[in-house]
C-alpha cells in the first residue's frame, strides 16, 4: 500500500525516533508498505517518520543504481533501532535531496565512514563500519530518526536562501508526483 509522505513542517519530522521490538504491530507489512511507497515517489530511502510513525524503522534499496554502482546491485535493506556510534573525521560533500522535502537539493559535507548498530528484518543484531555513497545514504535516513532533515546540515547562508521554499513546504505549497500529508494551517 503506499502511504503519504509527511513533508517538511510536520512535527513528526522533528521527534526523536522510538526503538521498537519484534512485537511491533504488522511490522512486516509496514515495511512493504515502506517499500512501496519509496519506490512510487522514486526514493532510495525512506525512515518511519517520513511516514507519520516516530519509530526507528529505515529502509533502503540502491538496486536502482547498480547499473552504475555494482556493488549495490539486489541491494535492498532494512534497518531497524538504528544508531550512529561513531563517525570517522574525514568527511565528503555531496548534493542531497529528500522526499520530506521535494524540489530542494543541496550540497551537504557529512562523515564518510561511520560505525554503525542496526537489526535487520529478522532482528539478527548488526555491528559494522560503513563508508562511500552507503555511508551518506544511512546518515541521511537515521538522521530522520533523529529528528532532522538535511537542510538542518546546510549552512546558516544556504539555510537563507531556501528561506522561502522551505516556507512554502511548510505552508502545503508544493506539487509532488507522490501522495503526501501536508500540514494543515
Known sequence: MILPIYLYGQPVLKKVAEDIDAEYPNLKELIE?????????????????????AIRLVVVDLDVLAEDEPEFKDFRRVYINAHIIETSDETDTMEEGCLS????????????????TYLDENFVEHD???EGYLARVMQHEFDHLEG???????????????KNKLGDLAKGRVYCD???????R
Request: glycine content about 6%; aromatic content about 6%.
Open 128 to 130: 559494522e563500519w560503513v
Open 178 to 184: 507522490y501522495k503526501v500529508k501536508r500540514v494543515l
Open 33 to 53: 508498505n515502506m517499500f512501496d511507497t519509496m519506490h512510487h515517489a522514486q526514493g532510495i530511502g525512506l525512515a518511519a517518520p517520513q511516514i507519520g510513525l
Open 148 to 162: 532532522k532533515v538535511f537542510s538542518d546540515r546546510l549552512s546558516p547562508l544556504r539555510r537563507q536562501m531556501n
Open 101 to 116: 522535502l521535494p524540489g530542494i537539493h543541496e550540497k551537504v559535507t557529512r562523515p564518510s565512514r561511520i560505525h554503525v
